[in-house]
């Protein structure tokens, strides 16, 4: 029976290439702990916003002169999607929860937004692990062009059940907090096919870990 590929995930370790990215003058990014701005740009409400920051969660925004455009968010504790949440130990950090506002796509935002945060931090954390849905090319675009490595598949198994299938660098696969807590498979290309969300949210998937 096949293995169904739900998502992608990545990683980034200190002293990893960086590659260059073309000049956006107008661009800055700077850690955020406004909470009604950032509960303005979820739309969620404050108790949402202060209860991330709380929990050991950083909020970087993106701007173009000074117009927030973009966000995302480092963990350093837990991060997740849906009700799916998996533990980082620092010096590791979690990136989740990136979104560039629909009048600023196309412009490389995330892919600098990535890199800002990677220089922000990279004196107090190692390696920093991110991911995306199977289905989301332009975060993949943004992921690669910031200099991060394909690690694992995140794959559904014939029993609903999510593991990482490793893929790469298999000592930077077996790293990853989110294998760590779900369990690796190991699977062949040929055992695996690409999952058809067919407009469906994450939150609407049943799952078991």
């Known amino acids: 029976m096949t293995h169904s590929i739900l998502a992608k995930t990545y990683t980034w370790w200190r002293g990893d290439d960086l590659p260059l990215l073309l000049p956006l003058p107008e661009f800055r990014c700077a850690r955020v702990a406004d909470v009604p701005l950032l509960a303005d740009l979820h739309n969620v409400n404050l108790a949402k916003i202060e209860a991330r920051l709380n929990d050991a969660n950083t909020a970087y925004v993106a701007y173009i002169e000074d117009e927030p455009v973009g966000y995302g968010w480092s963990g350093a504790k837990s991060v997740g999607v849906a009700d799916i949440f998996w533990p ?3 010096p590791d950090r979690g990136l989740w929860d990136f979104f560039t506002l629909e009048g600023a796509r196309g412009r490389g935002i995330y892919p600098r937004l990535l890199q800002a945060i990677l220089r922000s931090e990279q004196s107090e954390a190692e390696k920093f692990w991110i991911g995306h849905r199977v289905d989301n090319d332009a975060s993949q675009r943004g992921i690669e062009k910031a200099g991060f490595q394909l690690v694992n598949f995140v794959v559904l198994t014939p029993e609903r059940q999510l593991r990482l299938a490793p893929r790469g660098n298999r000592a930077r696969s077996h790293g990853d907090p989110q294998g760590r807590h779900l369990g690796f498979v190991d699977v062949a290309d040929e055992e695996m ?3 058809d969300f067919g407009g ?3 939150k609407d998937l049943r799952l078991s870990s």
Request: no cysteine; proline share 11%.
């Open 193 to 195: 096919t690409v999952f």
């Open 200 to 202: 469906m949210a994450d």
């Open 88 to 90: 980082i130990t620092p």
